[in-house]
């Protein structure tokens, strides 16, 4: 991998990176009629439809995470009386709850809430995760041993009850929902990076970089950190969605965001008692939070498929 | 194989006493004194102190994870101070609901993935292949919670053909407890009219739990599906010119199934984490809604109880699914 990586938040630049890597991946690109231009975003975006859409989705939505405090028509915890419990409307597009906020604005807030508690949980896990398994890969032995032992026990629970377990036990608040996934992600970047790791260490550069006695920080930043990142950007950009859903089940159960935190699985819960009377409370926030984690899922699900050329839909010794 | 087997056994131990340490250390860290809640609303400090005391609630932590797991080793999950019952009482009561849920869930999604997985494989490619995968990937994506509200929505309020939450209307009386599931012990018994009442009130959350079975399990059925096309042993069945259809059953799928095998632990992860949000929607009243209102209520036993038990049943389904593999694949059997 040459040249300097975006920063993970940025799914879109990374994927030019990731095609840009010489060797399996360019040749894959290569050898296909439908990509011109290795290097850059367009061959991803030919693969298929569905890549075109979750990469448009991503985009709208972490534009919308940005601007859209900006350009809420509202200010959303506005209570207004004299509108209250309003069907979709030029004035009101999502209606209005039952002390009249408007539900447009807190749906387009509460797209920001999203996006950074997807970002905290997997940026805590991810570089928790991260260091733990280049160091268990690298070091081996008994530390090894021990580190492994203990993600195998994290990972034999069900990471949502653990979850809403660690939540309940911290009170219920958004934070500490964030913390409680991050305490339920980690252990699966650990298994994952030390698995790299681990086939890494044999490969030759980095036997060279140990017969140049270079230092074990030194191969882990400089060698290991930079081949893994690959790996680590599709696992990432899978999660995504997963961390955003499971805070909004969360939150929904009454574990996560309180009211009046217009977070998605908050306005779900509130609306979820008006359901027969104003359907528009729950829905649209629904539809906000089953588009956005679809769009992440399209395009992890892409990515992957993308590095692993045996799972493309024409390519490879399979084809008629 | 035998050490395999004897291997991952002792881990099992090993992960099975982890879990009651986290799950214990978990429940003493709340916030909010069961003794307090035990003695009720109007007890005098005195008294609380009195049942601190009389439950060992006063004692140093390593003391009372000692007696807990002392007790455990007897099958004594300790007492509910919410329905003021046993933990293993109620566990008993709730669990076959739970069963019953996510078994109909989990059959539902895997034939229908094992349908879509394979015609995705077999129209590579394809608009048809493309929208296995949409439909995959929206399974995995779809809030649970608010699809159970959009589904009692649409087929209770507006349409009236379901019912909106719970195992059997009020008005039908239930089977005699054989099984504990409805829809079996209705059957056993010959008693039709209670048996479609089961199977009404399981339309929707199964629905909903099944999306995501099936969406986790569409890409590893086409991925697998594709693998085995690709074999000399489907060539050989093809050139012998067997159907296509005798063909995909006798030798594709026969093949492909195996990696789905080790999905199933990966489902059962998935279905605990469902039930738990499903079973509070549709007011199903099995071990996810039972372990909800513990952990809301601070009742510290019944959520220990509730989490260590589905914390075993997904430790023992994952071992017995490495073992189905290490038999269903001579390859590693002996090796």
Excluded: C
Aim: net charge neutral.
């Amino acid at each position: 991998m040459t040249g300097q990586m975006p920063p993970p938040p940025d799914p879109v630049r990374m994927t030019g990176e990731v095609t840009a890597d010489p060797g399996r991946l360019a040749r894959g690109a290569a050898a296909s009629r439908w990509r011109r231009a290795p290097g850059t975003v367009e061959p991803f975006l030919a693969e298929s439809r569905l890549n075109v859409a979750g990469v448009a989705i991503v985009a709208l939505v972490l534009l919308l995470a940005l601007f859209g405090p900006l350009i809420a028509p509202q200010n959303p915890d506005q209570i207004n009386l004299f509108a209250v419990l309003q069907p979709p409307s030029v004035h009101h597009w999502f209606g209005t709850d039952n002390l009249g906020r408007d539900l447009f604005s807190r749906v387009l807030v509460g797209t920001r809430i999203s996006v950074e508690v997807a970002v905290i949980i997997l940026s805590l896990s991810v570089l928790f995760g991260t260091a733990l398994g280049i160091v268990a890969g690298l070091a081996g032995g008994l530390l090894d041993e021990v580190v492994m032992r203990v993600t195998d026990l994290f990972l034999a629970f069900p990471g949502f009850i653990l979850a809403a377990a660690i939540a309940a036990t911290l009170g219920p608040s958004l934070q500490h929902t964030v913390l409680a996934l991050a305490v339920v992600f980690w252990p699966w970047y650990t298994r994952l990076i030390r698995g790299q790791v681990l086939s890494l260490r044999e490969r030759e550069f980095i036997l060279a970089a140990r017969v140049a006695r270079a230092g074990t920080v030194w191969i882990a930043t400089r060698h290991v950190a930079r081949n893994v990142l690959a790996i680590l950007v599709v696992q990432v950009s899978l999660d995504v969605g997963y961390a955003i859903l499971a805070t909004s089940s969360l939150s929904f159960l009454g574990l996560g965001a309180q009211p009046p935190s217009p977070e998605w699985g908050a306005i779900i819960a509130e609306g979820r008692s008006y359901i027969q009377t104003a359907w528009w409370w729950s829905t649209f926030a629904g539809i906000a939070l089953a588009l956005t984690v679809l769009g992440f899922n399209l395009l992890g699900d892409g990515l992957r498929d993308w590095i692993d050329p045996r799972l493309r839909g024409s390519i490879g010794g399979l084809q008629e | 194989m035998g050490v395999l087997i004897a291997r991952r056994l002792a881990f099992m131990v090993f992960v099975l006493w982890g879990i009651t340490l986290v799950t214990f250390f978990l429940s003493r860290v709340v916030p909010g004194d069961p003794a307090r809640l035990l003695a009720g609303p109007q007890a005098s400090p005195l008294e609380v102190a009195h049942i601190a005391r009389f439950y060992g609630l006063d004692d140093p932590l390593i003391v009372q994870y000692g007696r807990y797991l002392r007790n455990l080793l007897h099958g004594d999950l300790g007492f509910s101070f919410v329905t003021r019952r046993n933990v293993r009482t109620d566990i008993a009561t709730f669990l076959p609901a739970t069963i019953e849920l996510a078994g109909y869930a989990l059959v539902t999604g895997f034939l229908l993935a094992i349908v879509t997985g394979t015609v995705a494989a077999y129209r590579r490619g394809t608009s048809a292949d493309a929208a296995g995968r949409l439909t995959a990937i929206a399974g995995l994506s779809l809030p649970v919670f608010w699809m159970a509200l959009l589904l009692q929505l649409l087929f209770h309020t507006e349409l009236g053909w379901l019912p909106l939450g719970g195992r059997l209307d009020p008005s039908v009386t239930p089977p005699p407890h054989i099984t504990g599931l409805l829809t079996v012990d209705s059957l056993l018994t010959g008693n039709f009219a209670t048996f479609i009442n089961a199977v009404e009130h399981l339309v929707l959350p199964v629905a909903v739990l099944a999306a995501g079975v099936y969406g986790l399990m569409v890409r590893i059925m086409r991925t697998s599906v594709l693998d085995s096309l690709g074999e000399e042993y489907v060539r050989t069945a093809e050139a012998k010119g067997l159907s296509r259809w005798r063909v995909l059953r006798r030798h594709v799928l026969r093949n492909a199934m195996l990696p789905a095998v080790t999905v199933l632990g990966l489902e059962f992860g998935l279905l605990a984490a469902g039930v738990f949000v499903v079973e509070s929607v549709f007011q199903w009243p099995g071990l996810g809604n039972y372990a909800f209102e513990a952990i809301q209520a601070n009742d510290y036993n019944a959520t220990m109880g509730a989490t260590l038990v589905i914390a075993v049943l997904y430790v023992v389904i994952n071992l017995i699914v490495d073992i189905v593999y290490l038999y269903l694949d001579p390859r590693i059997r002996y090796a």
